[in-house]
């Protein structure tokens, strides 16, 4: 016999997003005292504590955790289901995520295309490193993502959508690297871990025996690019994105080996693509 209804869902997702029971009650239109009876009523039916106090706070169980990755699911669904009836073509929102070199350098005409065709469809996209927006495709958080070779994403589907070529940048004033010891003691500028093309250089480097000096972590190409014109270390990025951003001039490019070098971007989501994710897959194959 089932035990949900997505009503019941509604209020636990909103106490999760409001971060608490009063918030909650104002923002449903509901007393307090009816929020936290449904919310007990859903927990009874489950047989599991869905929330856990900490501090002053509530915060989710790993239970809660489970069960909001469903509930956003069913949401996403249930609002597709009735785009679906209610109109010809796809409409709502299309969460997806991106490596923030393939939001700056390839997605720009392809959404513009895709808002083209698909004006019901209102894209939100999340920039991120690869290890972080799996983890948010598995959870529901997102419908897709952009990801970069090499990446683990058990129980997601994948489609190869980019083929890359990563280059060596550092300062202009360092004329030649044809090995890693030649970056011995010099400055690794890269994104967070998680961040797959961080992944490469440093197993390059860990093979043949070389550390970073140091490690400086950015959140956006466009400030490692400038620390490395600045002379601070070096980093490695795809050649698309340097065209893009119009930086080739100011870094020095070297090549990396066919290994390293050669990479791809995929596309990765969780269970059977919505009509608006299926007609961006569309526009990709094509």
């Keep these: 016999m089932r035990t ?25 239109g509901r007393v307090q ?3 936290t009876t449904r919310i007990k009523q859903l927990e009874q039916r489950l047989g599991r504590t869905l929330f856990r106090k900490q ?10 955790e489970l069960l909001l990755s469903y509930t956003q699911r069913l ?11 209610r109109t010809e073509g796809p409409r709502g929102v299309l969460r997806i995520g991106s490596l923030e070199s393939t939001a700056g350098s390839r997605l720009g005409p392809l959404l513009a295309r895709y808002h083209q065709q698909h004006p019901g ?8 490193t690869t290890g972080a927006l799996v983890q948010r495709v598995a959870g529901f958080e997102l419908e897709a993502a952009f ?8 129980g997601l589907a994948s489609q190869p959508v980019y083929e890359e070529e990563l280059v060596l940048v550092t300062p202009r004033e360092l004329d030649t690297v044809r090995r890693a010891q030649d970056l011995a003691g010099r400055t690794l500028i890269a994104f967070a871990n998680g961040c797959s093309y961080r992944k490469r250089i440093e197993d390059w480097l860990g093979a043949a025996a070389v550390m970073p000096a140091r490690t400086l ?6 400030a490692m690019i400038a620390c490395v014109a600045a002379g601070t ?33 995929h596309l990765v989501w969780n269970g059977a693509p919505s009509t608006a994710l299926a007609r961006l897959q569309d526009l990709l194959a094509a």
């Design 147 to 154: 990801v970069s070779e090499p990446f683990t994403a058990p």
């Design 233 to 265: 270390g070096f980093a490695i990025v795809p050649r698309s994105l340097l065209a893009a951003l119009r930086s080739a001039g100011d870094v020095r490019q070297h090549e990396l080996p066919a290994r390293i070098r050669r990479n791809r971007t």
């Design 33 to 35: 005292s009816n929020v």
């Design 55 to 64: 501090g002053r706070s509530i915060v989710l169980s790993p239970e809660g």
């Design 217 to 222: 972590e950015f959140a956006s190409y466009q």
């Design 121 to 128: 469809v209102v894209v939100e996209l999340a920039t991120g």
């Design 75 to 85: 949401f996403r669904l249930a609002d597709e289901a009735e785009t679906a009836l």
């Design 4 to 28: 949900l209804d997505l009503d019941s869902l509604e209020i636990f997702r909103t106490v999760v997003q409001e971060g608490g029971i009063i918030r909650a009650a104002g923002k449903l």
